[in-house]
């Protein structure tokens, strides 16, 4: 069982920035594909942001493509999401999501386990 725990939402006026962490306690870490996905209220979960075990392959949504950047450092086994340029269309519950099979990284399914999520409010 990997357990995911996320940190770092808060309240942020727009234009500003968060940055959000992702840790784990798994000695596998590595062996993880990591995404980060959002919900917020009344949409369904969204996909923002991916990367592969090595960090060597990001992917993004287009509505964060330029914005947000995820990394990882796997001797700390945790993944990072650095928020930029906030918009109030960015609040939301924040996931991240763990996945060990291949399949379609933008998708929900395709992931094994999920933190417990952290809240962003971006005030206009």
């Known amino acids: 069982q990997v357990q995911l725990v996320e940190s770092g939402g808060g309240l942020v006026q727009a234009g500003g920035s968060l940055r959000l962490s992702c840790g784990s306690s798994?000695?596998?870490?590595?062996?993880?594909?990591m995404g980060w996905f959002r919900h917020a209220p009344g949409k369904e979960r969204e996909f923002v942001a991916t990367i592969s075990r090595s960090g060597g392959y990001t992917y993004y949504a287009d509505s964060v493509k330029g914005r947000f950047t995820i990394s990882r450092d796997n001797a700390k086994n945790t993944v990072y999401l650095q928020m930029n340029s906030l918009t109030p269309e960015d609040t939301a519950v924040y996931y991240c999501?763990?996945?060990?099979?291949?399949?379609?990284?933008?998708?929900?399914?395709?992931?094994?386990?999920w933190g417990q999520g952290t809240q962003v409010t971006v005030s206009s």
């Open positions: 999501a763990a996945r060990i099979h291949s399949g379609a990284y933008y998708v929900t399914t395709s992931y094994d386990y």
């Open positions: 798994v000695r596998t870490f590595s062996s993880y594909d």
